[in-house]
């Protein structure tokens, strides 16, 4: 009953003017994000998202709502990826889809006020209902993907993170040195387990010097993953020294028993380098 061929042509002739109206009453004043940009090529970008979303939304009155959704699906993937709205707190995005959405309901009312008694209440009613429902689907949809590309682009982050925190540098002769700084928790601790024994086989290490000098604190799990570490270096054929150790982090390691027999231990990275004949 919504769909109406006359309600679509007026919506359709005012695309333009209600992308131009919606960005003059923005709130350009938020902190951050796509929306309080100064840059004309964002303005630009943004208004044209605007304009490609009426053309997109208002096929509802025309098109199957499965049709419908084939085209606005494109259209909800491009905006959840996009850069830009992805450096816009999600609430801020929730705000101008309610504005948008006032923006269609006072459409459809001066719609009705051209065309007064040509329609019925329930047709009106149809109209409103629509709107609200497709307003509710898309902001879900959105939602979703928004979050969906802002986890992938945590991930790689994290991956460049974990890879600038256990940085293996080759020194000579097969040997590397890994110098840890910063606290070791259990993810930390979990990521170097993977993350050494792969680069250590890719650069041929024989022999791997760990500094913990920069290490201030380590957990009971961590301290038992460090020595899953070593034994799983030993397994490789790879000869581990410790060095700077801290008193604190060796009376863990004593008191959780772990086993560093299969490891050398000096006191500063200094003494270990000059092992190296």
């Not at 590397?176 to 979990?190: N, S």
């Not at 086993?259 to 190296?276: E, G």
């Amino acid at each position: 009953m919504h769909r109406n061929k006359e309600l679509y042509s007026f919506l359709l002739g005012k695309a333009t003017q209600m992308t131009e109206d919606w960005y003059a009453t923005l709130n350009k004043n938020d902190k951050a994000g796509v929306y309080s940009s100064p840059d004309p090529q964002v303005i630009k970008k943004l208004k044209q998202q605007n304009n490609e979303f009426h053309l997109h939304f208002f096929l509802i009155f025309v098109t199957e709502e499965r049709e419908f959704f084939k085209h606005l699906d494109g259209w909800i993937e491009d905006i959840g990826k996009d850069e830009q709205h992805l450096k816009t707190p999600v609430y801020f995005i929730l705000r101008e889809f309610f504005r948008t959405q006032e923006q269609y309901l006072d459409y459809i009312d001066q719609f009705v006020a051209l065309h007064e008694e040509e329609y019925t209440q329930e047709e009106i009613n149809s109209w409103y209902r629509i709107v609200i429902k497709v307003f509710s689907e898309v902001m879900e949809k959105f939602t979703e993907a928004n979050h969906r590309y802002a986890n992938k682009i945590m991930k790689a982050q994290q991956a460049t993170i974990d890879e600038l925190s256990s940085p293996i540098i080759s020194l000579k002769d097969n040997t590397a040195l890994l110098p840890l700084i910063g606290d070791i928790d259990t993810a930390r601790g979990m990521s170097l387990l993977e993350n050494i024994l792969q680069k250590c086989a890719e650069k041929n290490v024989t022999r791997l010097f760990i500094d913990l000098s920069g290490v201030h604190a380590i957990d009971s799990v961590s301290a038992h993953q460090l020595s899953q570490l070593i034994e799983s270096l030993h397994l490789l054929g790879i000869h581990t020294t410790l060095s700077g150790l801290r008193p604190e982090i060796a009376i863990t390691a004593v008191k959780l028993q772990l086993p560093f027999d299969k490891v050398t231990i000096k006191s500063t990275l200094a003494q270990a380098i000059n092992t190296i004949k």
